[in-house]
């Protein structure tokens, strides 16, 4: 016989999750699901300055009292044919799998889709979560194209030997082999390829920025000057550059390093410090350029002690420099998109993205 459910579905705005933090801490929670929707999440919640007090932020599947699934949300905008308008970051889309045939996972989405609000999801969703996202009228935008460096050999030899005594030994040993093998391509390229560009390290994003993005030409979720602070203020382990030649000001870039605990990497089981492009915006760039931002996120990755450095592109610019220097490329994340109607307009449309599109800059 089938298995019958008893699913209620609960939202709460970020006013109605501020008065709700407790209650909904008697819920049983098997997964984890809420265990982080406490009050610093509710504040990131309220400061951010594309957000208002009734703004839709979290959905709840429940069977009886016990949270089964959920779904995320954080208000942003979007810019289509120079239009401004809002929408919604779908941030932790999670199902219990005894659950995947109850219908539930595309009644999260119906409920969000119920508030005409255009939605965006990045990241990598398995194979039926995407299916779920094409049967609910998401467009694919596009699938970022993800380099990766290693400074290290560490997390290859431990996803070999294992998390141990021999894989830091060996490790050592050959670490500065791997970190040979940039030094050689970028030799490889020549003396032409000099520094073209400077970072400038802040600690916050200054108002002149905001003339540079409020330019931007396309298609695009943009950010201002008071959104990436607000980013930066609630991440402070985000690191944040400025991009110059010379004193012109040419864009930004935010980096960050992360000790990701055993499990957390679907391919690198182990415990390893990941280093990894958050979000960057440049123009006026030459060739020359991106290879010298090239030189500087694996310079970043080193002085931070990072084993791996993960960088994500659609632009084929920045992708021609990094394969030039020796970066691998694995899997990258999908753009999933809903507007609340009108849908071929918007999937035949050519749109600016980067890894910093949606929660993926704040994770």
Known sequence: MPTKFNLSFRKYTIAELRANLESLQLL????GYVRKV???????????????????????CTDGDTIVGRLGLIAGKVCFNG????????????????????????????????????????????????????????????????????PSARPLLAKILGDNA????????????????????????GRQQGKTIIFE?????????????E?????????RVTDLNWVMAHRPEFNAYLVKRGNRLLGYC??????????RHRRFKHPMRVASLKDHYMVELEPADCIS???????????????VLFCQFKDQVFERAFHRLGFLTYGGSYIHYRPPHGKERYETAEWHLTAGVSDMILN
């Open 28 to 31: 049983e929670d098997p997964h």
């Open 215 to 223: 330019a931007a030409p396309g298609n695009r979720f943009p950010k």
């Open 201 to 213: 390290s802040v600690d916050r994003f200054p108002a002149e920025l905001d003339l540079l993005l």
């Open 254 to 263: 935010i980096l960050s390093m992360k000790d990701l605990p055993f499990g």
């Open 293 to 307: 931002f090239a030189d500087f996120c694996f310079s970043y990755a080193v002085d931070k002690n990072a084993e």
């Open 83 to 150: 239009e401004f308008q809002s929408l919604y970051w779908m941030a932790g889309f999670f199902l219990d799998d005894k659950y995947r045939t109850s219908g539930a996972g595309g009644l999260l989405l119906l409920h969000a889709l119920s508030f005409s609000r255009h939605l965006l999801a990045a990241g990598g969703p398995a194979l039926s979560t995407r299916k779920l996202f094409d049967r609910s009228g998401y467009i694919e935008l596009a699938r970022l194209r993800q380099f990766v460096a290693f």
């Open 38 to 60: 406490d009050d610093n999440f509710v504040h990131l919640l309220e400061s951010n300055p594309s957000a208002s007090a009734n703004d839709l932020a979290l959905i709840l």
């Open 166 to 189: 021999a894989t830091n030994f060996f490790a050592t040993a050959l670490d500065p082999i791997f970190r040979c093998w940039y030094v050689v391509c970028r030799l490889s390229l």
